[in-house]
């Protein structure tokens, strides 16, 4: 089993310490969300299932991949991620090009999460059809696959058209991977049949099956990676292992002072595996 931690549930003053020891204590990969901008409009704010707002305008917003090249800079191994990057709110090449450069300053340890997001008020901010995402974000994975990975690239779709462009560099691994998030029909859809595997929203094991059951069912085979807050103990791992779970991102801190005592405790009764000192 990989081991993830999730960056953005502390204070960003807190991230290159909590960063440098993950990649220290044998975690597998350190994960940022993102969101663009916050309308002061609260109208169009409100958490799916629930009437409360899920933003505050207020909190400050950094650009994920920019301030994973900073990590990548701080650490040597441990992999950086997006969980989950707004790929279809920027032009394809926006996002295609800050991934290729985090995986070139990384030596290729960037993880691409992407989602459609849920809150309107930065799809309006923006000027984009806010219904439209999902099928925008499935062009803009198409169009950054091809950049990626292809010497000269031309396009011509429902969203976005240009003629042929160069880009490079191309990302040092063979294929960056995409992970999508999102548990609606059609996020395990794109999960499934155009990315690399999913990222779940917080789980335990009972409430992750049902889940797995409907990815499975839309041919799923890829990485799946379990946001685990409540993890109990050690041996509850081989059950999380038996569903086809591969990565879990973890939180074993209550209070944000203490994450980086609660990573070297959960490394030790975990087993991670310290990578030799250079």
Avoid: N
Avoid at 117 to 127: C, S
Avoid at 219 to 230: I, R
Avoid at 231 to 237: H, K, Q, Y
């Amino acid at each position: 089993m990989k081991y993830g931690v999730p960056l953005g549930l502390l204070h960003p003053a807190a991230w290159k310490d909590v960063a440098v020891a993950a990649d220290e204590l044998g975690f597998e990969s350190v994960w940022l969300p993102e969101h663009l901008v916050f309308a002061t409009d609260l109208s169009t704010a409100a958490y799916p299932g629930t009437s409360e707002p899920g933003i505050k305008p207020g909190t400050p917003l950094f650009d994920a991949p920019a301030y994973l090249c900073w990590l990548a800079a701080c650490t040597s191994r441990v992999r950086l991620g997006t969980a989950v990057h707004l790929l279809a709110l920027r032009h394809p090449f926006i996002s295609a090009r800050a991934f290729a450069t985090l995986d070139v300053v990384s030596s290729g340890r960037a993880v691409c999460g992407v989602g459609a997001g849920w809150y309107r008020g930065e799809w309006d901010a923006v000027g984009l059809g806010f219904a439209d995402r999902g099928a925008r974000l499935d062009e803009v994975i198409e169009v950054t696959r091809r950049l990626w990975s292809e010497p000269a690239v031309a396009h011509s779709g429902r969203f976005y058209s240009f003629a042929e462009v160069a880009f490079e560099p191309k990302p040092v691994q063979h294929r960056l991977p995409i992970l999508c998030g999102g548990e609606s029909d059609a996020a395990l859809r794109r999960a499934a049949r155009l990315c690399d595997g999913w990222i779940s929203m917080p789980h335990t094991l009972e409430s992750i099956r049902p889940q797995l059951d409907r990815l499975a069912a839309l041919g799923g085979t890829g990485s799946v990676t379990a946001h685990a807050y409540e993890l109990g103990a050690p041996e509850e791992v081989a059950s999380w292992a038996a569903l086809g779970v591969d990565r879990l991102i973890v939180r074993p801190w209550s209070r944000g002072r203490d994450a980086v005592a609660r990573l070297e405790s959960f490394a030790d009764a975990y087993g991670l595996e310290r990578p030799a000192r250079l």
